[in-house]
């Protein structure tokens, strides 16, 4: 009998451990501060285990787009049409911001104007004592040393948010390269990192470099980030409450599946963008991947806005999970 027993005991347990299953997901590296915040909180609430790799959002969504993984991540939002066809649904989880982050001993309070911005990444200013540099830092000691440019070597929502903030800013950037998630870069003196914290590692370990990053990981890696020129002339630090003030211009419709581009918002900071989940119309793993999400919403705030992220206003949150319902994910 006890032998009995000890049979059913070990297969109930085996049927247990059958249909536990871990959510898996990959794509934008913006985010996954705050996503590996809110895995390790879910996990010892629930005990449920979430896995998520940072590969960049083109890998989001192709991997999501292929059924590899259960949920996608991507900073670069797709229109509906572009969902339809994919037979995606989508929606925001965070606002962050974008940082122009550089290592150059002595210089503590970069700031760059529009005219510098441009010059740096159309590769018109090559050193740092470049005119339009010293106008706008006129009492930094600023060094004859060529500018190091830091940029994703991955398909990237950073780099489309950053680009797209470039198009609207300048005309020039605009009709020769636009807002892409990778780009051939036209300065001479320049580098790639994989993933936002390959480029925050990259500017950290090599002098007279200037890249774009997110606000989290260059906060982590403790790089200095320069008050850069929004649309209006006025100069912005890149503060969280600065990016609460931008992150008040994102239209999140879900009539529209909450497509939204925020960068370039008027007279606030300009480096701003919602990162986005994509889901398979139809998987059985949808609801696991919603309450998980769900979980974050209610609980991960606090989380969010330490690591410098913006949280997602409640009645935006409603919409999300009214959302869920008209999907037929929750």
Known sequence: MKKLLSVIALSASMTTTAFASTIEGTGASFPYPVYKAWISSYYNATGNKVNYSPTGSGTGIKEISARHVNFGGSDKPLKPSELKKAGLDMFPTVVGAITFSYNLPGVDNLKLSEKSISGIV???IKYWDDASLKADNPNANLPHEKILFVHRSDKSGTTFNFTYYLSKMNKTWNKNFGAKKAVNWPMENHIAGKG?????????????????????DAKKNGLKMASVQGHGGKYFDPTPANFVSAAGHADLDPKKDF?????YPDNAYPMVAATFILLPEGSKMNKQTAEFFDYAYKNGDKAASDLGYVPLPSSVKDKIRAYWTAKGIL
């Open 196 to 216: 936002n914290f390959g480029v925050a590692t990259a500017i950290e370990t090599n002098k007279f470099s200037i890249g774009y990053v997110d606000y989290a």
């Open 259 to 263: 497509y939204s581009i925020i960068a």
């Open 122 to 124: 159309l590769g018109d």
